[in-house]
């Protein structure tokens, strides 16, 4: 069992960055598969970016060489590191954690991340 809380989103202008946090609880968090997924208004939930329990990662084309996705073990958190941020990036940021071996998934509440002058 793994709860999970997103923190760090907020306004930001186009081309602004910021950094999202999602901090674990409960145990075996580096067998978890980590993730980032957003919800636009009006759209499906898509992958942003994901970091698995060796360390790869992925990225939606619509983000590579903008975000970067990072985990830290000791600390139970994995970051996404948003660049560059554009108007389509505007969102609510979901968290996303799957056991290894089980398949359990996890989900966070969300923070929106909003990218507007």
């Known amino acids: 069992q793994v709860q999970l809380v997103e923190s760090g989103g907020g306004l930001v202008q186009p081309g602004g960055s910021l950094r999202l946090s999602c901090a674990a609880s409960?145990?075996?968090?580096?067998?978890?598969?980590m993730g980032w997924y957003r919800q636009a208004p009006g759209k499906q939930r898509v992958l942003v970016a994901l970091?698995?329990?060796?360390?790869?990662?992925n990225y939606a084309d619509s983000v590579k060489g903008r975000f970067i996705i990072s985990r830290d073990n000791a600390k139970t958190t994995v970051y996404l590191q948003m660049n560059t941020l554009k108007p389509e990036d505007t969102a609510v940021y979901y968290c996303?954690?799957?056991?290894?071996?089980?398949?359990?998934?996890?989900w966070g509440q969300g923070t929106q991340v909003t990218v507007s002058s």
């Open positions: 409960g145990s075996g968090f580096c067998i978890y598969h």
């Open positions: 996303h954690a799957e056991h290894l071996f089980s398949s359990n998934e996890y």
């Open positions: 970091i698995s329990v060796a360390g790869a990662t």
